[in-house]
């Protein structure tokens, strides 16, 4: 990637102070998140205890008993019924 510096053109960023500054703060965000990640795996943007229900009808979680949920809108996958799958190819010889 291109760099303009005070009039330069450089093909990377120069080391500065700066950019060093970005890669220490970078590397101590990743260890602060990974370690936080192991204590507490069920963390969300919403805070620990918050419950995500990924329901149809919100998280309410009322009404009354529900029947099965439907089956799938279109066939996923298969050949079609026609049998098994595509023939082998023929035998390599001489």
């Known amino acids: 990637m291109v760099y303009v510096s ?3 053109v450089y093909d990377s960023r120069p080391w500065s102070l700066g950019s060093i500054q970005e890669i220490f703060w970078g ?6 998140l990974f370690f936080k990640t ?3 795996p069920n963390l969300t943007s919403k ?3 918050s419950a995500s229900t990924y329901r149809a009808g919100g998280s ?3 009404g009354g008993p529900r029947g099965p949920p439907p089956g799938p809108k279109k ?3 298969g050949f079609g019924g026609r ?5 082998a190819p023929p035998m390599a010889g001489g």
Request: glycine letters at 34%.
């Open 27 to 32: 590397f101590l965000n990743f260890i602060v």
């Open 6 to 8: 005070g009039g330069q």
């Open 47 to 49: 805070g620990a205890n």
């Open 38 to 40: 192991l204590v507490s």
């Open 83 to 87: 049998g098994g799958g595509p023939s």
């Open 75 to 77: 066939r996923m996958g």
């Open 60 to 62: 309410s979680g009322g």
